[in-house]
């Protein structure tokens, strides 16, 4: 069974928000695609990325409860084939906490996307730690994605250096203060999936380590009050990324550091427009055991999936 952590999809009721590749209102041509390349199912999110003038946030309860509906009807008319996630603010307060329950439990989904920083809050704030107590009682995963706008967003405003370079920053930034801060520390249980490979966390999860083991040299700078009493690698081993990236070299990395069995594909189509197939040879055409490339294609998604 071939699982693809990682597609979007918009309720057509996000038509009017912004501009958005059509690709991410057709469900019938991301059904067509799996067909082509064989993959049985896909994990529905929404990235909630839609920026611009005028254009609110995605993050607003209205459209979460919007998002919310669409992702329980696909998941009915759909069943077998797409398995949709909720989405919440999880720093929105009671009420957003009252729609994740529900999304959870009446609603029926199996999972909730949110964004790495919702306004410039991040995960480490206090705010969501009452929204990752939620959602670890009920045992679903927390796919994290990054949001249109990334730190240091002045300063990549052309060359699309938002999507190459800030997104993934935002990605790793917003995972190591929440991990520093003793948000698996304090949540075991709770399962978190970060996109893209996890952003740039691979390439600076042992400075960090670094940093965590100097924290008593005042000549390094300030470290912070302490919330966590290991390495903070043993945490960042306790996270789940997905493969997309198209860049097998980077890949190897990471499954070497976080293990085989805490790596699901992930094709980011729609609206990344590439073959289906292209995201499946990533894996396929590694230099790793015939069983790990089956645990990542999706073994290990069945297992987060409890399919």
Not at 25 to 45: K, T
Not at 262 to 277: A, E, K, Q, R, Y
């Amino acid at each position: 069974m071939i699982i693809d952590f990682h597609t979007h999809l918009y309720p057509p009721a996000f038509r009017k928000l912004g501009m958005v590749p059509p690709s991410m209102f057709d469900v019938e041509e991301l059904l067509r695609r799996m067909d082509d390349a064989q993959v049985d199912l896909a994990v529905v999110h929404s990235p909630q990325i839609l920026i611009g003038p005028g254009v609110p946030s995605l993050n607003a309860l209205e459209h979460i409860k919007t998002y919310n509906e669409f992702a329980a009807e696909l998941n009915v008319r759909h069943q077998g084939r797409l398995l949709a996630f909720g989405v919440a603010n999880p720093f929105g307060g009671d009420a957003d906490l009252r729609e994740t329950e529900e999304a959870l439990t009446k609603k029926g989904l199996s999972g909730i996307a949110i964004n790495s920083n919702v306004g410039g809050e991040y995960l480490d704030s206090s705010k969501a730690r009452a929204f990752f107590r939620l959602v670890a009682q009920h045992e679903v995963p927390v796919f994290v994605h990054p949001p249109g706008l990334s730190v240091g967003a002045e300063l990549m405003g052309d060359y699309r250096l938002m999507e190459s370079l800030g997104r993934p920053f935002d990605t790793a930034l917003s995972i190591a203060r929440a991990l520093i801060t003793g948000l698996l520390h304090e949540i075991p249980n709770l399962t978190l999936v970060a996109a893209h490979m996890g952003g740039a966390l691979i390439s600076c999860v042992t400075r960090i380590d670094t940093g965590w083991r100097l924290r008593s040299d005042p000549t390094f700078g300030p470290w912070g009050p302490e919330h966590i009493n290991r390495s903070p690698l043993e945490y960042f081993r306790m996270l789940y990324v997905d493969s997309m990236g198209f860049n097998p070299w980077a890949l190897r990395a990471v499954i070497e550091f976080f293990g085989a069995d805490h790596v699901v594909v992930g094709s980011d189509f729609p609206p990344i427009d590439f073959p289906l197939t292209r995201t499946l040879d990533t894996v396929r055409h590694l230099e790793i055991p015939e069983v790990d490339k089956q645990s990542i294609l999706g073994k290990n998604a069945r297992r987060l999936l409890k399919l």
